[in-house]
């Protein structure tokens, strides 16, 4: 079983109950392990990622679901700043998919967008 982080513990604070099990739930089974990078933005957190091209929303026009608390990004941990191991970004997002599923949350992964693939994020719809 993994431990959750302080890092995650910050940035798992405020985001939807039924994610929070979906996260809890894969550090336990402990198959992959990981890092919450971000979770619930505020509209200024929101509005940096969007000028810096890790997002499509804007925050204000197009609001993330982050901004709702019901989406999440993470690293692999151990995390060696390769940033294109997809292979690791899938496996984890796998992991939450079969939990999610599971547990019968509606969910997507951003690695399985078509239009715009963002392997670190996880949401519940």
């Known amino acids: 079983m993994n431990k ?13 109950p039924r994610l929070s099990l979906v996260v809890g739930m894969v ?4 198959n992959v392990d990981f ?4 979770g619930l933005r505020t509209l200024e957190d929101q509005q940096k990622a969007f000028k810096g ?7 204000v026009n197009r609001k993330s ?5 019901k989406a999440i990004d993470f ?8 940033w294109n191991n997809i292979k690791q970004f899938k496996q984890i997002g796998e992991e939450l998919k079969i939990t ?8 997507s992964y951003g690695g399985d967008w078509t239009s715009f ?9």
């Not at 890092?7 to 939807?16: A, E, F, L, M, T």
């Not at 999610?100 to 969910?107: D, E, N, Q, S």
Request: glycine share 10%.
């Open 53 to 59: 091209g890790y997002s499509k929303c804007d925050g």
């Open 65 to 69: 679901k982050h901004q709702l608390g």
């Open 4 to 16: 959750i982080s302080s890092r995650s513990i910050k940035n798992i604070q405020g985001i939807d």
């Open 27 to 30: 550090l336990a089974r402990g």
């Open 100 to 107: 999610a599923k599971h547990l019968g949350f509606k969910y």
């Open 35 to 38: 890092t919450l990078t971000s």
């Open 117 to 125: 693939k963002d392997y670190p994020h996880f949401q519940l719809d």
């Open 75 to 82: 690293i692999p941990y151990p995390f060696d700043n390769d």
